[in-house]
Each structure stands twice: as structure tokens, then as C-alpha cells.
């Protein structure tokens, strides 16, 4: 069976970094597209950043502050994360898919597994 477990969140202050990791099981990893998205209590579940085909994708709110990678060899993609806002303040969801387009790597949809998720509050 496929699964997906993230780890790493918790509870920071604006400016500080944290560093989220997901493990990946059931799968040929290497041939999987992986992402990450976030999700606030009330909003829609909101694209992050994405590896697929050795490049990388990042939405608007986090670039420059956060970079994505995957280590094939331990089945693991990161979220680095820094310069920590309030805003970043979220339930942090780990995705992968076989065959994604680059068109819709932000479309929640287009993803066929998650994660649980781990939270990341940051609060002064």
C-alpha cells in the first residue's frame, strides 16, 4: 500500500525556520512527481512547491523563503522552510503523482496520494 508521512511541524516564531519531511512507501519513488501544499483552517488547500523531472516549482507566497528536495535513494522529499510568517501557519500536506503536467502541478485534484499532514503554527 502506498503511504505518505510527514513530519517536522510545529510550533515557531515569525522569522525562525523549520525543516518538513515526508516518507514515501508502496511506490517506485523515483518516478513520482512530489509536492507539497498547505491548508488554514477555513481556506482551500493551497499549492506550496513541487519536484518533477528534476525541476522545481514554487507558489508565489513562498518563493525565496522556501526550497523543495527529494533524496530518491531514502524515499523522502523536504520542505525547508524559511523566514517563517504568520501567514505560513497551516496544515502541510505531502503529495505524489505518476504521470502530472507541469500545467497542473497546483491543482489539488490532479494529485492521487497525500499524506496526513503536519502542522506548522508560527506565533509570537
Known amino acids: 500500500q502506498v503511504q505518505l508521512v510527514e513530519s517536522g511541524g510545529g510550533l515557531v516564531q515569525p522569522g525562525d525556520s523549520l525543516r518538513l519531511s515526508c516518507a514515501v512507501s508502496?511506490?517506485?519513488?523515483?518516478?513520482?512527481?512530489m509536492g507539497w501544499f498547505r491548508q488554514a483552517p477555513g481556506k482551500e488547500r493551497e499549492f506550496v512547491a513541487a519536484v518533477r523531472m528534476g525541476r522545481t516549482y514554487y507558489g508565489d507566497s513562498v518563493k525565496g523563503r522556501f526550497t523543495i528536495s527529494r533524496d530518491n535513494a531514502k524515499s523522502t522529499v523536504d520542505l525547508q522552510m524559511n523566514s517563517l510568517k504568520p501567514e505560513d501557519t497551516a496544515r502541510y500536506f505531502c503529495?505524489?503523482?505518476?504521470?502530472?503536467?507541469?500545467?497542473?502541478?497546483?491543482?489539488?485534484?490532479?494529485?492521487?496520494?497525500w499524506g496526513q499532514g503536519t502542522q506548522v503554527t508560527v506565533s509570537s
Open positions: 508502496g511506490l517506485t519513488f523515483r518516478d513520482y512527481a
Open positions: 503529495a505524489a503523482d505518476r504521470s502530472l503536467i507541469v500545467s497542473t502541478i497546483a491543482t489539488v485534484r490532479q494529485w492521487n496520494y
